[in-house]
């Protein structure tokens, strides 16, 4: 079983920057609601109107995919060089604009 994940990178519109992985690969707004990288930019800074998300994804491993877990990330973490390795594949990348209309309604408190 391969594993997909993706390197993210936010940038708010207030200059804040936020990087890391994360399961799957996200390709909209909708996706990154669920991203604690995300959750916590927008929690954290509630004057944030536009974020850019950069998106890199990757297959580790062979056979069908899925999406890296937990477990995975923990593994992907915590080597500075996991993405040279041969098993790695990078499949795509894509970079997408999230305002604050779009996900506004998911952090109201």
């Known amino acids: 079983m391969s594993k997909q994940f993706s390197f993210v990178e936010l940038t708010a519109d207030n200059g804040i920057f936020l990087s890391g992985y994360v399961s799957?690969?996200?390709?909209?707004?909708?996706?990154?609601e669920s991203n604690d990288i995300f959750i916590d930019l927008i929690e954290e800074y509630s004057d944030i109107e536009i974020v850019e998300v950069k998106v890199q994804t990757f297959l580790y491993?062979?056979?069908?995919?899925?999406?890296?877990?937990?477990?995975?990330?923990e593994?992907?973490?915590?080597?500075i060089n996991f993405l040279k390795r041969d098993e790695?594949?990078?499949?795509?990348?894509?970079?997408f604009t999230a305002r604050n209309n779009d996900f506004e309604q998911h952090f109201e408190q």
Do not use: Y
Request: hydrophobic letters at 30%.
């Open 88 to 95: 790695v594949d990078f499949l795509c990348s894509l970079c």
């Open 24 to 32: 799957g690969s996200p390709c909209d707004t909708d996706d990154m």
């Open 61 to 73: 491993g062979e056979g069908e995919s899925e999406p890296a877990d937990e477990s995975d990330l």
């Open 75 to 79: 593994v992907i973490n915590a080597d």
